[in-house]
């Protein structure tokens, strides 16, 4: 069976800057519009089958959370739906903030 890969932080930041990435956040709404990583999806229940039915599943995924624990069963459902590379970024959003930028919503 295939799974979901690990990245950490530095990984992530140089994929995204390559643009040879796309990355969603899997926190909640208002943690996502007070601040996110730039370029970042919100995916939830409510959006995620659209996000899956217009993907290019060939893309490498980057899935986090807040703190890289939800991320990984999130990682292991996309793979499961046919996305060829995924990750669960080590840390979440928490390990992020604290070294890269974020962006705001808006």
């Known amino acids: ?6 990245i950490n932080i530095d990984e ?3 994929l995204l800057a390559q643009s040879k990435a796309v990355i969603v956040d899997i926190r909640d ?3 996502f519009n007070l601040s996110h990583i ?3 999806t919100l995916i939830s229940n409510e959006n995620v089958q659209d996000f899956i ?10 899935v ?7 991320s990984q069963g999130a990682a292991q459902f996309f793979t ?6 995924v990750y669960s970024m080590d840390g979440g959003f ?13």
Request: proline content about 2%.
């Open 1 to 6: 069976m295939t799974t979901f890969k690990h």
């Open 12 to 14: 992530t930041q140089v």
């Open 29 to 31: 709404a208002a943690s």
């Open 38 to 40: 730039e370029g970042a």
């Open 53 to 62: 039915r217009e993907a290019d599943l060939d893309e490498k995924l980057i």
């Open 64 to 70: 986090y959370c807040y703190h890289g624990n939800s």
């Open 80 to 85: 499961e739906q046919g996305f060829d590379e």
């Open 94 to 106: 928490e390990a992020w903030r604290q070294q890269y930028p974020t962006s705001e919503a808006g």
